[in-house]
């Protein structure tokens, strides 16, 4: 087992995949060192995998887990401000000064991505795009506007996508840590993370953002729910209309 690791060069979250073979084995001692492995090196991969999932949190300084930290601006998020045009890198330093300043638009946003060779689990790439996407939502989350308000009541908290419940969700990724992993149950316990993310995010698009209205209103101004555009372009365009067509027009 040792040998495998030098000779291979296997590290990071790539040895738990290693390891989850040898309890195929067959022979009983092999299967008691695996699982006594498997156990210390569990602690180290759902303690990296809960933060990720749970806080958006990555500290990984030697690049062992599979999700890595660009160091960089997402250029699926990049805004249209020219001043943040020229942020391309930045130290966590620069981006809490980002964050924390008086600007209104909100902070750039900073890319992660997979390194697949790292995964532990063969045939899953699904599975890693899931957990990415799960962290990155809630980075963006605790990194955006802190606070909400409400107009009515004036009141103002702390945006909480697992809505009191944090504590509950990293406890059940945590008991995963406890024996070798079964994919199965793995992947359950991700999916209810992703579905309570997913009403959430339900949640801020169709109840805080009025989407539901604001489609309204696209069908109303676009598609002659009243009219307004067409008419004001009639109004526009009444003196070109009343010249005869040519092939110019």
Request: with cysteine; charged share 25%.
């Amino acid at each position: 087992m040792v040998y495998m690791i030098q000779s291979d060069s296997i590290r990071g979250c790539q040895i738990i995949g290693k390891l989850q073979r040898y309890l195929e084995s067959g022979t009983e001692s092999v299967n008691k060192a695996a699982t006594r492995i498997i156990q210390f090196v569990n602690v180290i991969f759902f303690r990296q995998l809960c933060n990720w999932i749970i806080y958006g949190d990555l500290l990984d300084i030697n690049d062992e887990f599979f999700i890595c930290d660009g160091k960089d601006v997402d250029e699926n998020f990049i805004n249209e401000d020219p001043s943040h045009q020229e942020v391309t890198k930045f130290s966590d330093a620069a981006f809490d000064a980002l964050k924390s300043s008086k600007l209104k638009r909100p902070p750039p946003i900073r890319r992660f991505f997979l390194r697949e060779e790292l995964f532990p689990f063969d045939n899953s790439k699904h599975l890693a795009e899931v957990i990415l996407f799960i962290g990155q939502i809630v980075w963006i989350i605790s990194n955006g506007p802190k606070e909400k308000t409400k107009d009515k009541l004036n009141l103002r908290y702390t945006r909480d996508v697992w809505e009191g419940k944090d504590v509950v969700y990293y406890q059940k990724l945590q008991k995963l840590e406890k024996s070798a992993i079964n994919i199965t149950e793995f992947e359950a316990t991700i999916e209810e993370c992703r579905l309570t993310l997913a009403k959430y995010l339900w949640n801020i698009m169709v109840e805080e953002a009025n989407l539901l209205e604001h489609l309204q209103l696209v069908r109303d101004y676009f598609c002659l729910g009243r009219g307004e555009l067409f008419q004001q372009f009639i109004v526009s365009a009444e003196n070109s209309l009343k010249d005869n067509p040519c092939t110019s027009t």
